[in-house]
C-alpha cells in the first residue's frame, strides 16, 4: 500500500503557513479562470480523442508536477505527500439525471491514460450508483464538469473539510469569443496547501498544456 511521504519540517519554508492556515485560520479559496482551448480542441478533433479525458490528463499532468497540490495528512496529522495523484471524475447518466464519481490511474502518457479512461467513462454512463467502483482511494483529486452553462464564478462550501488538502476542479460549458474557444475552469485550494503564488503558476502550467497540445498524439487509426 503506498503512504504518503512526510515532509521534513526542519527545512520545509512553509511550515509557518501551513500550520496557520491549518490550525488558526482554516479556509480554502477558489478562483476560476478562463483556459483558452482553440488549439487543443483542433488538435483532438484531428486525433478522434475525447475532450473531457484531454481535460482531466491535462489538469493532472499539472497537479503532479508541484508537491504543494499533492498534499496530505498522515495517520498522526502531520503533512505529507503522495508521490502521484490519480484524478477522480463524475460522469453524468442523461436518463436518471444523477451522476457517478469514479476514477483513473495517471499516467504521463496521454494516449495510454485515454483508452484506459474512456473504458472507465464507457463503463459509468449508465452507472446506478454513485460511486461503481466502490470507495475512491485516499490518493485521488476531484475533477467536475458543469457543460450546461458557461460561468464566471464557481465555489464550494465544504463542511469540516479542514483535512481536505487536495485541489479541486470545476469546468464548465466553453464559449466562442473573436474566433477563440475558452473553458470556464475552477479552482478549489485549501490555503493551507498553497498559496495565490502557487496556484497562479498551477493555472500557467494548465494554460501551456493546452495551447501547445502536442501531447495529443497523432490521429487514430480508421
Known sequence: MILPEPIDLETWTRRETFEYYRVQVPCTYAITVEIDVTRLLAALRRTGRKTYIA????????????????????????????????????????AR??????????????????DR?????????????????????????DVSSVPWTHFTGF??????????????????RHVERDGRTFMPLAVQVHHASADGFHTARLVDDIRELMAVPGWVGEALSP
Request: net charge negative.
Open 155 to 172: 465555489s464550494l462550501q465544504i463542511d469540516n473539510g479542514t483535512r481536505h488538502l487536495l485541489p479541486i476542479f470545476t469546468i464548465g
Open 97 to 114: 439525471e444523477t451522476f457517478a464519481a469514479v476514477w483513473s490511474q495517471y499516467d504521463t502518457d496521454f494516449a495510454a491514460f485515454h
Open 55 to 94: 481535460q482531466i490528463w491535462a489538469i493532472a499532468n499539472a497537479v503532479n508536477r508541484r508537491r504543494e497540490f499533492r498534499m496530505a495528512l498522515t495517520e498522526a496529522g502531520a503533512p505529507a505527500t503522495w508521490p502521484v495523484v490519480h484524478p477522480a471524475f463524475t460522469v453524468f447518466n442523461a
Open 117 to 141: 479512461t474512456a473504458e472507465v467513462l464507457a463503463d459509468a454512463a449508465s452507472a446506478t450508483t454513485m460511486f461503481p467502483q466502490g470507495e475512491l482511494p485516499p490518493d485521488v483529486f
